[in-house]
């Protein structure tokens, strides 16, 4: 059995298939340390509406 290689649909499979490849496995490949997550804000803990620990 041979691929078939001249057929669109063979193509067009093979490249959602790489596509989808690159979708999952993206946090592996090299260049994906530079897209970090923003840091979160800091929420200020409040008991009865008085802040805690800032006396």
């Keep these: 059995m041979s691929f ?3 057929d669109w649909q063979f193509w067009a ?3 959602v298939f790489v596509a989808a490849m ?3 496995f993206r946090g ?3 260049g994906s340390a530079k897209r970090r997550k923003k840091r979160g ?3 200020t803990l409040t008991l009865g509406g008085r802040a ?3 006396e």
């Design 28 to 30: 592996a490949l090299p």
């Design 13 to 15: 499979v093979t490249g």
């Design 41 to 43: 804000h800091r929420a």
């Design 22 to 24: 690159v979708w999952v």
């Design 4 to 6: 078939p290689v001249y």
């Design 52 to 54: 805690v620990g800032k």
